[in-house]
């Protein structure tokens, strides 16, 4: 079992940035890849950004350019800097480890236009 804390979410303006971090397991953080999941009300869970062990990185066409995923493996913690932000990227916003099915409780993002 994987223990994911995720934080950092709030109400912003459009065009704002928010950090979110997510605190994940000691035993697992260092070995696995790592993700950053959002789900919107009426819409399915999508991945936002992913980032490998070794700090490659991926992003879902609709926040490229605006977010950047990052990862202290000293602090196994994930980030996710999300600048210029939408009212479209209104979700809440999981963190996930690759191979695990575990998920934390989220953190709700909204942004106002």
């Known amino acids: 079992q994987v223990h994911l804390v995720e934080s950092g979410g709030g109400l912003v303006q459009a065009g704002g940035s928010l950090r979110l971090s997510c605190a994940a397991s000691?035993?697992?953080?260092?070995?696995?890849?790592m993700g950053w999941y959002r789900q919107a009300p009426g819409k399915q869970r999508e991945l936002v950004a992913g980032?490998?062990?070794?700090?490659?990185?991926n992003y879902a066409d609709s926040v490229k350019g605006r977010f950047t995923i990052s990862r202290d493996n000293t602090k196994n913690t994930v980030y996710l800097q999300m600048n210029n932000l939408k009212p479209e990227d209104t979700a809440v916003y999981y963190c996930?480890?690759?191979?695990?099915?575990?998920w934390g409780q989220g953190t709700q993002v909204t942004v106002s236009s």
């Open positions: 996930k480890a690759e191979g695990w099915s575990d």
């Open positions: 000691g035993s697992i953080f260092s070995s696995n890849a």
């Open positions: 980032i490998t062990r070794r700090g490659m990185t």
